[in-house]
């Protein structure tokens, strides 16, 4: 299986300032059809996760431009430039270019 | 937008069967576009795929999971099914269904439904 690791397990960040969350694969996410297989997801507390970024960079309908994904092969990165209270939670990185499909341990974010 | 409803038992007996349903609203299990999926989170702990299905019935599961689970389509309701098979205390968790976008990732997901195993 593909391990997924995150760096750092929480997160305390004041309002209006950035955030940054790593995310490693154990394996190349870069796929011989160009695509690289990595996403990240948001769970609210009490809620299912949401999709925020799908294929590295891409945001998903609806997610605020102040989320973004970067990285390549087996480093990626979410970058979120002024947190909102609304931003509390737990943070994903989720692999499928291999089964089985795997996610990371999560980040928890919560505001100072 | 696609929305999902997971439903089923809240409460199972250790080596018994796990039987939960998603039904499927704002779009057709059958599209071309859509797998069909089951995720598991253990109450404070992260997320595992468990299995996912074709509208065809084409299937694929997690091998950790595999000789345990059975995941089925019903077309002519809008649903797919979960089922998991000589339970444990382990295998309690929040049950997610959610939608696979071209076998890739998740976009939509259900709220999910807890399950315990106790007796």
């Known amino acids: 299986d593909i391990v997924m690791t995150q760096t750092p397990l929480s997160l305390s960040v004041t309002p209006g300032q950035p955030a940054s969350i790593s995310c490693k694969s154990s394996?190349?996410?870069?796929?011989?059809?160009?695509?690289?297989?990595l996403y990240w997801y948001l769970q609210k507390p009490g809620q299912s996760p949401q999709l925020l970024i799908y294929?590295?960079?891409n945001r998903f309908s609806g997610v605020p431009d102040r989320f973004s994904g970067s990285g390549s092969g087996t480093d990626f990165t979410l970058k979120i430039s002024r947190v909102e209270a609304e931003d509390v939670g737990v943070y994903y990185c989720m692999q499928s270019i291999q089964l089985p499909f795997t996610f990371g341990p999560g980040t928890k974010v919560d505001i100072k | 937008q696609l929305q999902l409803q997971e439903s089923g038992p809240g409460l199972v007996k250790p080596s018994e069967t796990l039987s939960l349903t998603c039904t499927v609203s704002g779009g057709s299990i059958s599209s071309s576009s859509y797998y069909w999926g089951w995720i598991r989170q253990p109450p404070g702990k992260g997320l595992e795929w468990i299995g996912s299905i074709y509208y065809s019935g084409s299937t694929y599961y997690n091998p950790s999971l595999k000789s345990r689970v059975t995941i089925s389509v019903d077309t002519s309701k809008n649903q797919f099914s979960l089922k998991l098979s000589s339970v444990t205390a382990a295998d309690t968790a929040v049950y997610y269904c959610?939608?696979?976008?071209?076998?890739?990732?998740?976009?939509?997901w259900g709220q999910g439904t807890l399950v315990t195993v106790s007796s």
């Open positions: 394996q190349s996410l870069l796929h011989s059809d160009g695509k690289t297989y």
């Open positions: 959610a939608s696979l976008v071209a076998r890739s990732y998740f976009d939509y």
């Open positions: 294929e590295v960079s």
